[in-house]
């Protein structure tokens, strides 16, 4: 394992914050009420988390969802 | 960017200046309005639009199921955009989304814009959940 690798990450949340945002985009939701829907699968998960921290996370995550 | 041109591109509609105006037209209209009418109010909008851009756009925007199509007795269809009212439960643990649409509930929201001197104009409902050890 490389310094510059990705910190492994047990929790299996990431599915589940990408499968809310694709569900609520395929429902026709806007992508805004999509993201907001998906931060609050990630804060479940992760309660720890502050609300902008888990938005820049979650954001990241979704990215590829949103350009299109 | 309008609610009905997010549905659009979220659904894969390529989307083209004509079509932004032609889903303008349609997110503001109150009414039904025929191609026709469609037509007259985008190329107020942008004078290069023909009806043949009209009628493929609503066309396609028909089979993507982003519109309805009303037949009211006339020789022509009225569209409008299609609202397909419904909310969401999240299931918090799995990320899975399910839609409903509940009577009981579109009632209760009224009475409760009512009891407070309001006309209801607009919502949104999302519920959180996670599922029973035990569904009774």
């Known amino acids: 394992m490389t310094g510059q690798s990705k910190p492994f990450d047990p929790c299996l949340c990431r599915a589940a914050v990408e499968r809310a945002y694709r569900s609520m985009q395929k429902s026709g939701s806007a992508d ?12 479940h998960h992760h309660p720890e988390a502050s609300e902008e921290c888990a938005l820049t996370r979650v954001e ?6 949103t350009l299109q | 960017m309008t609610e009905l041109e997010e549905r659009c591109v979220n659904a ?18 109150e009414d039904h309005p025929s191609v026709e009418t469609v037509y007259q109010r985008a190329r107020d909008i942008d004078a290069s639009i023909s009806i043949a851009t009209v009628y493929r756009t609503l066309s396609l925007l028909d089979e993507m199921n982003l519109v309805q199509r009303h037949d009211f007795n006339e020789n022509y269809s009225r569209f409008e955009v299609n609202l397909d009212h419904h909310h ?16 009981e509930l579109e009632h209760l929201k009224e009475r409760i814009a009512r009891r407070l001197g309001f006309e209801l ?11 029973r050890r035990n569904p009774k």
């Not at chain 1, 805004?32 to 804060?43: M, Q």
């Not at chain 2, 969401?88 to 009577?103: A, C, K, P």
């Not at chain 2, 104009?121 to 599922?131: A, C, I, N, P, T």
């Open chain 1, 60 to 65: 990241c995550w979704v990215q590829s969802y």
């Open chain 1, 32 to 43: 805004s009420i999509a993201l907001e829907v998906a931060v609050r699968v990630y804060r």
């Open chain 2, 121 to 131: 104009v607009d919502h949104r409902l999302e519920l959180y959940g996670r599922r």
């Open chain 2, 88 to 103: 969401h439960l999240i299931d918090l643990e799995t990320g899975e989304v399910l839609e409903f649409q509940d009577e």
């Open chain 2, 12 to 29: 894969g509609m390529k989307m083209t200046g004509q079509r932004r105006v032609i889903l303008e037209v349609l997110s503001s209209s």
